[in-house]
């Protein structure tokens, strides 16, 4: 009955959208949000005590389907806040609200049916709906770089999970041989049991396969470059979406299948593919974010470095499993937030370009406050959670021995904070430009975000115990 609730919820905002007026609709799928939020945190409490199936068991939900489900109904919750249709001030036409709405709701629809569908295939299938969803609203305002960043999303990313459906082609064709044939032979919870029999070459290449697949869709270097580009043209809520949980969602099928591979190989063989990519990303990440001169590339450039920091992370061992998920947690919460801020920032100086942002705080005071402190979390300072979350992973490193790496880790993460906080004065100070009006409206749409980086400071402080608990079930199910 959750997750029936959990993924109708979005399904029935978005026919809403398409028979209400637009901002009615956008007002639908407001509380439509407030309902998965709801359902989700029901979710968790019901893990808490045992896996929930639902639908003859093609939905299934356990610890780490629930971290994410819970990551992605608060995000697109705020999104939904935040984004056309509410509050009545966007200068857009009703058709471009009432498509944004229907195909935000989809998104969000098809991002929770991937972490709770019990099948490998379904995942994908999923998935590859995710694409298509948020490319119909990367160009909501039509341009040709919105249509360009748009059609290069789906090449790039359809390429990539063209080779994740090669990865399970692959690992069905060996678990069929070895086990043969078995009913729901395609769910996890039979992969996991057939794991140790599987045929460890294959499963090596079948790893291949899916890790540039997925990590196609995460954003990870060297396959990252369709993500600078989406998220610089994409509305500001989308961005929020994209950055704070689509990728989240791409490394969750990661996170699958190397569970199911790590039983099959007597090698660490998955870990070090993690840390190497995870490694350039981090490198590639770092000297982009020195020269860039766009405030939405630079956000998406720092989610690029964020997630080579969970993939470091994953492969950890236990520690590091934890610590990758609670960055995670901590990176949906900040980055969603940031994106926002940064469409905030956008109607008022109508550029993009960090030059053309000055005199942040005179302008935007509460806007200018509020992306000071997110940017102070995204860099990883104390009391913010990514600073926990960066100590438990890098403690988990020199727990492994990985000293070298470690100190690597610690230089490119050491380059990403002088760059952004350069970035940052400049927005921040400077003269005010004299065609932007100072003040700000719709303040009440700030409260969702100020509830968020005070979360992100808690969790900076203390792992709330429930919290806790989830993480740590989460990290059993990567680690057994």
């Not at 919750?77 to 229907?102: K, T």
């Not at 294959?202 to 997925?214: E, I, N, S």
């Not at 403690?395 to 940052?424: C, E, N, P």
Request: charged letters at 10%.
């Amino acid at each position: 009955m959750i997750l029936a609730i959990l993924l109708g919820a979005p399904l029935t905002a978005m026919l809403l959208a398409l028979v209400l007026p637009a901002r009615a609709g956008g007002r639908a799928a407001a509380a439509s949000a407030v309902v998965s939020i709801a359902a989700a945190v029901a979710l968790w409490t019901s893990v808490s005590r045992g896996e929930v199936a639902a639908v003859g068991g093609v939905l299934r939900a356990d610890a780490l389907s629930t971290l994410l489900v819970l990551c992605i109904a608060v995000v697109a919750g705020l999104a939904a806040w935040v984004g056309p249709g509410l509050w009545g001030r966007e200068d857009l036409q009703d058709s471009q609200i009432r498509r944004y709405v229907v195909f935000s709701n989809l998104f969000t629809f098809t991002m929770l049916g991937a972490v709770t569908v019990n099948n490998v295939g379904l995942m994908w299938v999923a998935i590859e709906a995710t694409t298509i969803a948020s490319a119909m609203l990367i160009p909501l305002r039509v341009s040709k770089p919105s249509v360009e960043a748009s059609w290069k999303y789906i090449l790039i990313g359809s390429v990539g999970i063209a080779l994740a459906f090669v990865g399970t082609v692959l690992a069905y064709v060996d678990f069929a041989h070895h086990a043969g044939a078995r009913e729901a032979a395609l769910t996890w919870t039979v992969l996991l049991a057939a794991a140790p029999s599987l045929h460890p070459e294959v499963m090596r290449l079948a790893f291949v396969f899916l890790l540039v697949g997925y990590g196609t869709k995460a954003g990870l270097a060297p396959m990252h470059t369709w993500l600078p580009d989406a998220h610089a043209e994409a509305p500001a809520p989308l961005s929020a979406m994209m950055s704070g949980v689509l990728l989240a969602v791409a490394l969750y099928a990661v996170m699958r299948w190397k569970a199911v591979v790590d039983l099959a190989l007597p090698t660490p063989f998955t870990d070090e593919l993690l840390v190497a990519l995870g490694l350039l990303s981090l490198a590639i990440a770092g000297f982009s974010l020195v020269a860039q001169r766009n405030y939405k590339r630079m956000l998406a450039y720092s989610s690029i470095e964020h997630t080579g920091l969970t993939c470091l992370g994953l492969a950890l061992g236990p520690l590091g499993a934890f610590a990758a998920l609670l960055h995670l947690v901590n990176h949906s919460l900040v980055k969603s937030v940031m994106f926002l801020l940064s469409g905030r920032m956008y109607r008022r100086y109508r550029t993009t370009d960090l030059a053309g942002v000055t005199g942040l705080l005179r302008t935007m005071p509460v806007t200018g406050a509020l992306f000071t402190a997110g940017m102070l979390a995204v860099v990883g300072l104390p009391p913010f959670g990514l600073f926990l979350s960066e100590l438990a992973l890098v403690r988990a490193g020199f727990a492994r021995g990985r000293y070298g790496l470690m100190l690597v880790v610690l230089a490119l993460l050491a380059l990403a904070f002088i760059s952004l906080v350069v970035h940052l004065n400049r927005m921040l100070h400077g003269p005010a430009r004299a065609a932007v009006d100072r003040g700000e409206d719709d303040r009440l749409a700030l409260v969702p975000l100020v509830v968020c980086l005070a979360l992100v400071v808690v969790l900076g402080v203390v792992v709330p115990s429930p919290l806790a608990r989830l993480l740590v079930m989460s990290a059993e199910i990567l680690s057994r």
